[in-house]
């Protein structure tokens, strides 16, 4: 298994940048989600890795080796697609056989690579049918051995569960990280689904715009957001962001909503917001932070349901906030009703300050 560097990596393709100034180190063994919105250049990001599209600047190491001008069938590297692309006319066997074969390998060599192969992703039963016998699970996991017996040094994955039905995907999410734990495989994988992400990775690659937002655990970037763009991608419901006029008098600093209330910052938060470059703050707060009482509490700020969702184990509540949509969820035994009166409170340690102009995250040292 092998490291891989992008240093300053761009594509453009005219006036278009699709992939502007990444860089970035993916550890030994290490699994890297490259994540974020359509048309962000994860797929070229990824493309530019495996060589199949060349590069504007900057340099990709794969090992201790720049590969910029390395084919791609020399950069020791295997892909998995959304749509695997397996021969239909050949067994599963077959399947899996066939790239050792084109590289001449000796036949008992080719046949211990698929049987292992077969035995790591447990499909040793299905070695004899062809895909078409196979449930689209299984046609992903042939796509998977067929990656695996090459056994490159890193795995290069487009959106590959993408096209499983919603119970499968989340059962080959499981597969697939079990893959890399018993491997120790490097895999830079593609995705659009930050859950996918978030779950999987032991990195998460944030991209919008051909830029690298984040680069960080998914925990970190979890928990701390750089900038509203991360804040809001990551997590479901997306995080809530309500712009607030920040304000300073008696050495209290209060965050005002449009509608008259406001709250007042702790020391620590209080901090963060003298380095905002503007009065205007946004803050963001996930929705399990707050709390929502269904009768007025001293300090809480009055608002009314909006919508309210249950989905089983939790009930989802949203309320409009000084302009913005608040998702807060609560127990479904809580009496919530549409339209209703309610009144919360955001949780100063768990909250999130958003520097209104540049948009970036407001720390305090
Ligand atoms: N061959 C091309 N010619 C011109 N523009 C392109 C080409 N390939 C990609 N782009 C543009 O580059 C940007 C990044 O595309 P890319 O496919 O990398 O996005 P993505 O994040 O993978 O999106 P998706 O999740 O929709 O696949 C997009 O704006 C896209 O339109």
New binding site residues.
Partial sequence: MAHVVLRNLVKT??P?T?VNNVSLTVNDGEFVALV??????????LNLVAGLIPITSGDISIGDRVVNDVDPKNRDIAMVFQNYALYPQKTVYKNLAFPLQMRRLPRDEIDRKVKEAARVLDMTHLLERKPRELSGGQQQRVALGRALVRDPAVFLMDEPLSNLDAKLRVQMRSEIKRFHQDLEATIIY?T?DQLEAVTMADKMAV?NG?FLQQYDSPAQVFNHPVNMFVASFIGSPAMSLIPLEASSANGRTVLTGEEGWSIELSPHNARKVERSTTKKVVLGARHSTIKLSTSPVPGAIPAKAYTVEPTGDITFVQALLSGAVVNISVPPTMPVAPDQPIWLEFDQERMHLFDGATEMALEAD
């Fill in positions: 393709y005219g278009h699709a974020g919105p359509s048309g962000c250049g994860k797929t070229t990001t593609v659009h991209m051909g």
